[in-house]
């Protein structure tokens, strides 16, 4: 079994930032982890140089493949700026070429939220198993790198293979749904210790690296929030449209507010906005409770000029579902509980029919 020192010695046949020195010997190796015979390598390079060092990450990759013993190896660049530097220029949208693994991608649909605890993930495992049962060929990208949720919810723990180059992870597949999460290679209950540049870094790499093959529709479960990570995964994944979650009281709804600035700053069509745990049902009594109030998102969707994508109620099977890792419309798609998230994969089905050819506008009747 390798180590850290065989690491390094395979390293040192690449050249570091400069062109010339042994990588190990510049110092920008951050850091190194080897888990069930994968290793995992981070580079820092001045953000200036983040672009063009490429090439070396790409030939770090290659070397640590080729050592022996190696199930599979992933190098990310990390780059942040020095204190009083001035921002980076805001990057125009959709910028990024698509790497390997999406040339057979149709569309990439986001499902954000401004905040965490409103619904999000269980919103995007659903909506892909309904676009699944629809009949598209459909991908589930797990972007939540701090709280990956996929795992739990389609109740997975295996590692996914690489393919025969080795280039390229093979997604898990579940409910009809391509499935890939940072979950799948991280122990569940290890912290993922990283700072903005080494997630945005790790979440290209899932986008580039991940052989999804032809899909009608990728969906990606964003990190909640607007900040550096989602504005970059938002201009670089291509994004054809956005569907912001938000549960119906103030505090969530100010958030949502800020997620579809998000996404009207960086150009990407917000297909609209849908209720999470919009109102209870007593199991017992049948007597409805607004508990976060209600018709806030249909509101704040109004008001932005967006359309309103419907309304999931807060139940006990939804909730019970996805804890077992069976999500509703996978197990019950004709019962009340799944009709919310099945009209919501309608909505998204047609709007991408309806998407003119050129162009990314998209719009839902």
């Known amino acids: 079994m390798f180590n850290n020192d065989d690491v390094i010695a395979v390293l040192r046949g690449v050249a570091g930032p400069d062109g010339r020195t042994p990588l190990p010997e510049t110092g920008a190796i951050s850091g190194i982890s080897i888990r069930d015979g994968k290793v995992f390598v981070s580079i820092a390079v001045e953000p200036a140089q983040a672009r063009g060092a490429e090439p070396m990450r790409a030939a770090a990759e290659a070397a640590l493949r080729r050592l022996p013993g190696v199930a599979g190896a992933s190098v990310v660049l990390t780059a942040e700026r020095a204190p009083g ?27 954000s939220s401004g905040k965490g605890g409103v619904g999000k993930s269980t919103t995007a495992a659903n909506l892909a198993i309904g676009l699944a049962r629809l009949g598209l060929k459909v991908g589930l990208l797990d972007a939540d790198v701090f709280g990956p949720s996929v795992p739990k919810l389609f109740a997975l723990d295996q590692r996914p293979e690489t393919s025969p180059d080795g280039k390229t992870m093979i997604p898990l597949e579940k409910y009809g749904v391509q499935l890939m999460s940072i979950g799948f290679l991280i122990a569940q209950d290890q912290a993922v210790v990283w700072r903005g540049p080494m997630v945005m870094s790790a979440i290209s790499q899932l986008l580039r690296d991940v052989a999804w093959g032809e899909l009608d529709i990728l969906v990606v479960d964003m990190p909640p929030g607007t900040g550096d990570v989602q504005l970059s995964l938002a201009q670089n994944a291509q994004l054809s449209g956005a569907i912001v979650v938000s549960t119906p009281q103030d505090l969530a709804l100010i958030d949502a507010r800020r997620g579809i600035s998000m996404f009207n700053q960086v150009n990407v069509p917000i297909l609209g906005v849908f209720e999470n745990m919009s109102y209870f049902l007593c199991p017992h009594c ?53 009709a919310p998230y099945m009209a919501l994969a309608e909505k998204v089905r047609d709007a991408v029919a309806a998407e003119a050819p050129k162009g990314p506008k998209i719009s839902i009747g």
């Open 85 to 111: 530097a001035a921002p980076p220029a805001r990057q125009p949208a959709h910028p990024a070429s698509k790497g390997p693994g999406q040339e057979g991608v149709k569309r990439v649909i986001a499902v």
């Open 286 to 338: 049948g007597g409805r409770s607004e508990i976060f109030a209600h018709g806030g998102a249909r509101a704040a969707a109004e008001k932005a000029g967006v359309p309103f994508l419907g309304e999931a109620p807060l139940d006990m099977a939804i909730r019970e579902g996805s804890d077992d890792g069976r999500p509703v419309v996978a197990t019950a798609p004709d019962s009340p509980q799944a």
